[in-house]
């Protein structure tokens, strides 16, 4: 069974920067997809971005385009989700999750796996 961790959230100035990770531990030797959601206050979960396995295929979310960007590393186990310009509207938990389906499917019921979760709080 795989385990997902989330780390790198925190607080931050609008304008400001972010880089979340996700580690996956556990029986990680099949291919899957990774996906990043992100939940507000009072809201539904939301898809924000995910790639495959090989890396070569990326989706994002019309809201975050142009200032967040997905990536792994394969030989870490690890996907990662660099945050720029925030903006109070990104404030959220940030959850990454493991589709084992291999494609990109931007809808939380594709997922197989999730992670508890990392808090971005962005003041104005």
């Known amino acids: 069974q795989v385990q997902l961790v989330e780390s790198g959230g925190g607080s931050v100035q609008a304008g400001g920067s972010l880089r979340l990770s996700c580690a996956a531990s556990g029986r990680t030797f099949n291919i899957y997809t990774m996906g990043w959601f992100r939940q507000a206050p009072g809201k539904d979960r939301a898809f924000v971005a995910a790639?495959?396995?090989?890396?070569?295929?990326?989706a994002y979310a019309d809201s975050v385009k142009g200032r967040f960007t997905i990536s792994r590393n394969n030989t870490k186990n690890t996907a990662y989700l660099q945050i720029d310009r925030l903006t109070p509207e990104d404030t959220a938990r940030y959850y990454c999750a493991l589709d084992y389906g291999g494609q990109i499917v931007p809808t939380e019921h594709s997922y197989d796996v999730w992670g508890q979760g990392t808090q971005v709080t962005v003041s104005s």
């Open positions: 790639i495959t396995w090989s890396g070569t295929r990326t």
